[in-house]
């Protein structure tokens, strides 16, 4: 059931940007915990507690305006709880030929997760898909954690998973992993799938 006096709506230049590093940040500490190893937490939590600090999100740079005119935030009592980013891939980036569309990230505050924030949220780029006349979203999720010392590999963003499936993502067989930029080893850097949505199927 989705929260009474939710809306969805665009992002817009009066909004406080870092709020939406906030949220992560809160996200980061909250959910990432069950799958991600601590190094990684650790570089999240510094690189995002910086930016909000030092107000580093800037809207007149180009690609941060491109970026933020992609933005659905969910807002109630005019407090942002939570957001999504979404971006049209180019060829080079897309999973299968016809992923027209792109889930970048769906985000909520801790205290307002499982009351229907993000399935808000999701339907609103579902909608804006079928503004765009798009038809094939793609979207990248954890699906298995650092490897413990046997070279074991643990649960990945189990959470995430169920909730893309419930609104009929299936994956793919792609899997991609982000390099640390301070040089945490790939062993301890979450494995992630590639989900596929088409909106015209039932």
Same mark, same amino acid.
């Given at each position: 059931m989705v929260m009474s006096g939710l809306i969805c709506r665009k992002l817009n230049p009066k909004d406080d940007v870092n709020i939406l590093a906030k949220i992560d940040l809160e996200c980061v500490l909250h959910n990432d915990v069950d799958y991600m190893c601590p190094e990684v937490i650790s570089e999240n939590n510094v690189k995002l507690t910086n930016k909000i600090k030092n107000n580093t999100v800037n809207i007149k740079q180009t690609n941060i305006k @491109?970026?933020?005119d992609s933005i659905?935030?969910?807002?109630i009592n005019d407090k942002i709880i939570g957001y999504s980013i979404t971006q049209i891939?180019?060829?080079s980036e897309r999973q299968v030929p016809n992923a027209d569309y792109e889930l970048v990230r769906i985000a909520v505050l801790p205290e307002y997760q499982s009351k229907g924030v993000a399935t808000a949220l999701w339907n609103a780029v579902i909608a804006?898909?079928?503004?765009?006349?798009?038809s094939v979203l793609q979207l990248a999720v954890d699906i298995a954690g650092p490897e413990d010392n046997n070279g074991v590999r643990g649960k990945g963003n189990e959470k995430a998973i169920k909730?893309? @499936?419930g609104k009929g993502c299936t994956f793919l067989n792609n899997t991609s992993q982000y390099k640390s930029k301070t040089g945490i080893p790939q062993s301890k850097i979450c494995v992630q799938g590639?989900?596929?949505k088409d909106i015209n199927e039932k």
């Open positions: @491109k970026m933020l659905i935030v969910a807002e891939p180019d060829l804006e898909m079928k503004q765009q006349n798009k909730f893309y @499936k590639w989900m596929i």
